[in-house]
């Protein structure tokens, strides 16, 4: 990308202005982040069929489904664990929703606060069907977080570093990420894990890290013409001329050591702005995917507009006749899914162990948000154990063992992973017996496959149909 295209992608302006949302505000960045359910430290928007052009461009299978346009949304993230506590946001979709029929085909109700109609699913989340092909999600279903934001007076205070970015000019972005990281870290931790750092070269670890500990935020953006386009920016309180000879193999080095691995950075041009470091280069497959799994809005937006599409009966509890024809069909589609997610894990090439610790969560994550209406409770309670066995494989990663009896539960942790933990819980009472026999990557596998093997005979015998 030229200096001159930067320049453009940075500083065009460009105004995307949406009909008038029901609660009097247009469902842009800026307007979110004043009417926040909650204090934000992050944003992000994405452009979905500039994405999946990109993708297709570069012949990478990654799957990013139909449904929606764009997504706009704020959040607070746990910055250390990359997952978010609550994020709420709307969405660009192919039709207007009704709130009485997408209340039916999500398997929830229809609830109202104040003078506004909202859709509580079972995936904790509150829906707001809009007009003019809009949609606006907030998760977790907290219905005081959900009173908060429809009833905002635009009060919240907002963090100066978001504040600039939500004025970055859509226009030419298919992807933006932004977070807030102002006194997120302590020069004296800092100082303590650089000392150890072998990209550093002569650098003295003191002076970085009070470079480090002054940032104000970071961005990550990727253009509309190719994944090459990606550039990630971080700001700082202080000049970081002195540290940009190194700032590509630290970088690399601290994804790396935070299991974040983006080997692609190390080859990345950097450039020094005021206060600014730029990294420019393409970005990798896996990397586009970890940034488009930080956030659930995407994928949920899509699977609300797929289920919304099915016909009234086919969307009702697969009871009563045709209900075993639902069921099988529901059952067969989230075997299949369940099957692709434990294939992203096995075929994913881990430059290191925390990035397989992260990964492996994260499509336990993904397999947590995948639609359950009508699909066999035996087959769910498959698809639970798989999900608790990537996630607590992860954990024994990053802690070195796995507790079975204490260190894992159900459908998620009890903490650490933002809502999920907190709704999934321990109700389903999940199988430790299959965690018990997690002892490596290896073994989780190997599980894996013979709770596959067991399902997949039970389903046939049951349903009559192969599996």
């Known amino acids: 990308m030229s200096n001159h295209t930067i320049v453009r992608l940075l500083s065009a302006i460009y105004f995307l202005w949406l009909p008038t949302f029901a609660f009097g505000q247009e469902a ?16 992000g928007y994405m452009h979905i069929p500039a994405l999946k052009k990109l993708l297709a461009d570069a012949n990478i299978p990654l799957t990013i489904d139909d449904g929606v346009e764009d997504v706009w949304l704020v959040s ?4 250390s664990s990359l997952v978010p506590n609550w994020e709420a946001g709307y969405a ?27 859709v509580w699913t079972p995936k904790q989340s509150y829906l707001v069907p809009l007009s003019d092909n809009r949609i606006g999600f907030l998760r977790p279903a907290r219905r005081s977080l959900a009173a908060s934001w429809i009833n905002s007076q635009e ?27 102002e006194n997120a870290f302590s020069p004296a931790r800092l100082a303590s894990r650089l000392s150890s750092f072998e990209s550093l070269g002569n650098q003295d670890p003191q002076a970085l890290a009070q470079l480090l500990s002054s940032v104000q935020g970071l961005s990550i953006i990727v253009g509309r013409r190719s994944l090459s386009e990606c550039i990630l920016s971080v700001q700082f309180g202080q000049s970081p001329a002195e540290f940009a000879p190194h700032a590509a193999a630290v970088l690399n080095e601290v994804l790396n050591n935070n299991g974040t691995a983006a080997p692609e950075v190390a080859s990345w041009k950097t450039k020094v702005d005021g206060n600014s470091l730029t990294f420019q280069g393409p970005i990798s497959a896996n990397s ?53 997610l434990v294939e992203r894990v096995r075929n994913y090439d881990a430059k290191t162990t925390g990035y397989r610790a992260k990964w492996d969560q994260q499509q336990a994550r993904r397999l947590d948000e995948l639609p359950t209406l009508n699909v066999d409770p035996q087959m769910l309670d498959y698809g639970v154990n798989v999900a608790s066995i990537l996630r607590g494989n992860g954990v024994a990663i990053q802690t070195g063992s796995v507790n079975a009896s204490g260190g894992v539960h159900g459908r ?25 026999e997690v002892g ?3 073994e989780a ?21 192969q599996f």
Request: avoid cysteine; hydrophobic fraction near 35%; aromatic fraction near 8%.
């Open 28 to 43: 842009k960045l800026d307007s979110l982040l004043h009417r926040s359910p909650s204090p934000a430290n992050a944003i």
């Open 76 to 79: 607070e993230l746990n910055t």
């Open 92 to 118: 660009t979709v192919s039709k207007t929703l009704d709130a009485d029929k997408l209340a039916v085909a999500m398997d929830g109700y229809v609830d109202k606060i104040g003078d506004q109609p909202v």
């Open 155 to 181: 009060n919240n205070p907002i963090p100066a570093y978001l504040t600039q970015q939500a004025k970055q000019p859509e226009a030419f972005l298919s992807l933006m990420l932004a977070v807030d990281l």
């Open 288 to 340: 586009l995917d970890g940034v488009l799994n930080v956030f659930s809005l995407q994928s949920y937006a899509a699977q609300v507009v797929k289920e919304s599409s099915k016909p009234a009966e086919t969307a009702a509890t697969g009871t009563g006749q045709g209900g075993d024809s639902r069921a099988l069909t529901a059952t067969k589609t989230y075997f299949d899914s369940v099957k692709g």
């Open 412 to 436: 998620g942790q009890a903490s650490g992973y933002g809502y999920y933990g907190g709704y999934y819980g321990d109700s389903y009472g999940v199988s430790r017996q299959a965690l018990a």
């Open 440 to 442: 490596s990557y290896h």
């Open 445 to 465: 596998m190997a599980t894996v496959d013979k709770l596959t093997g067991e399902v997949r005979r039970a389903m046939t015998e049951k349903y009559q149909t």
